[in-house]
């Protein structure tokens, strides 16, 4: 299935993710560097506040400042120190993100469009690719009323940054409302980081609920990671 929007006088098409392994890896990298964007600055910005993180800067510069006598110097080194491991943090914890992935590279194709609960879609604009989502079962989010094969989840969703104010994010999320409406769906659901303010308000945006927090424990080593999970009941949505 394939349509086509035209949002701020820009046309953007959404379809199925082909079978070209040269695709599946150009979209992998959108959606490695768009999410490693999103995350790092701010993963950084956490890492860096964390007690452990400035303790070792504050020995770094003592230690400087014992050696040298220099206080300007050694709070020059004190801060690289603090920079230094909270880049070390960030991108360890973002390729951590990533490893254990089971659609990654040209896998991709694989995992979510050899599976009718499942499929993956492109954003075209402009000639190319610019924005991405898939869609797969989940599990049910109360376990009590809901059967398996009701709930989905929405995954890998993401919109290079020149083109998130032409609506393919948008366009993006309807064609994946449309097909979980489907294929039988009754909930689509979602999880999203703590640092992704965007990400979140444009979620309470369209009518996603928020049902519940978790951390990650062991993602970054200087901190714990909160996510928020978010859901829509289909039959609401417009």
Known sequence: MQTTAKTNRKSVSIRPLKTDHIECELVWEMIVRNISNALLVQSIIKGMKQPIAIAVAFVTFALFYQTTGLFVL?????????????????????NRIFAGSPASKRKLYTYFNMRVERQFWVAECDDKIIGCAGIQEASPTNGLDESPGTVAELRWMVVEAEYRRFGAASALLGNAIEFCKTRGYKELTLVTS????????????????????YTLDNLFPLFRLKMHKFRLYLQQST
């Open 74 to 94: 050694s709070g020059a080194v004190a801060c690289v120190t603090l920079l230094g491991g909270g880049l070390l943090n960030g991108y360890y914890g973002i």
């Open 194 to 213: 703590e640092v992704q303010n965007n990400a979140i308000c444009f979620y309470l945006k369209y009518g996603f609920e928020e049902i519940g927090q």
